[in-house]
């Protein structure tokens, strides 16, 4: 695979820059000034990808953010549009199985599980499905779609399944308690309708890969984090915008990180607890074998699920 392709390829992420890169040359950089003020002093615009693995990266610190921060910041998940097809790319990567071998370098440097092999046993041929189907979940209910895309995700990145197929939405909806019939009709309707809508900003915005997260506040102010970033990028970016917010403070408990978070890879439970990473998993360890966590393990990593929950 030569560099050239692995440049233009966007499921093939730079591991330095931690960006996802779509292949459209649009360069427009972003004027904020159409997009709506938020009623929290802080929005925050998160173009992210059901299958973008520099995304499933930062789940640790973006849930830490909203621990800390989510009485000052609005999240808006807005879609990218990673992958439109295996035609994207002429002369380019051609098939699915290049990016197996990638995503499991991706998991040990982002220190969160992903098995590649879905790439080899049941290949997605777009991420525009999984798309317009968090976007049939927003209409619905917008907590409920941010819980049914973690399903989807862990779906892909841990149980290898294929969420272009319909089965495996509507079993996510099913977890999550979404109308799977409404999302049906909204998934083959009017969802698709928002979808182009953010790949409509998308490009004004000037998005280029993903994760991209534009920060504003009233005064139209900005501040953009590109790509996979430790955690304190993100906390600067507020604090420029709002020098008075206030971290909240949040107990650091298993039972009630699993509360709120009902599942963990061991990377997130060291983020949120604060526990050393190298004792993180024997933590989690001792509570799966306790009877207290349900443990799923891939050939790169474990995730840990709290027993008798909804999700």
């Known amino acids: ?17 931690g960006m996802c890169e779509t ?20 929005k925050a615009i998160y173009y992210t990808d059901p299958i973008c693995s520099s995304c499933w990266g930062i789940e640790p610190q973006l849930r830490k953010l909203k621990l800390e921060y989510g009485n000052v910041v609005e999240f808006e998940y807005r879609m990218g549009g990673l992958l439109p097809d295996w035609n994207y790319n002429s002369g380019g990567i051609g098939k699915p199985s290049d ?16 098995d590649g092999d879905v790439w ?25 779609a941010l819980l049914f895309m973690r399903e989807i995700r862990e779906m892909v ?3 290898k399944k294929n969420i272009t197929k319909w089965e495996h939405l509507a079993a996510a909806a099913n977890i999550v308690n979404l109308d799977v019939e409404q999302l049906k009709t909204d998934f083959e309707g009017k969802a698709k309708e ?3 809508a953010d790949l409509k900003l998308g490009k004004e915005l000037g998005v280029r890969g993903f994760p991209t997260m534009f920060f504003l506040n009233e005064a139209d102010e900005n501040e953009v984090v590109y790509g996979a970033r ?24 298993w039972e009630t990180l699993f509360s709120i978070y009902p599942t963990l890879t061991a990377k ?21 074998k306790n009877g207290a966590l349900e443990k799923l393990t891939t050939k790169n990593g474990s995730i840990w699920i709290k027993k008798n929950t909804s999700q």
Request: hydrophobic share 30%; net charge negative; charged share 25%.
């Open 194 to 196: 928002r979808f182009e």
């Open 99 to 114: 990016v197996a071998t990638h995503w499991d370098e991706v998991s040990a440097h982002y220190d969160m599980p992903i």
């Open 268 to 288: 997130e439970f060291s983020e949120l607890s604060g526990t050393p990473r190298n004792e993180s998993e024997n933590v989690l360890n001792e509570l799966s």
């Open 1 to 17: 695979m030569d560099k050239e392709s692995l440049k233009n390829n966007p499921l093939l992420c730079d591991i330095e820059t």
């Open 120 to 144: 080899l046993e049941d290949p997605l041929d777009s991420s525009y499905p999984p798309s317009i189907a968090f976007k049939a979940a927003q209409m619905q209910n917008n907590e409920k």
């Open 23 to 42: 292949t459209d040359d649009n360069t427009n950089t972003a004027s904020q000034n159409n997009v709506q003020s938020a009623k929290k002093s802080v």
């Open 230 to 253: 430790p955690y304190a990028f993100y906390e600067m970016a507020i604090l420029k915008l709002n020098p008075k917010a206030t971290k909240s403070e949040y107990s650091k408990k």
């Open 157 to 159: 990145f841990l149980k």
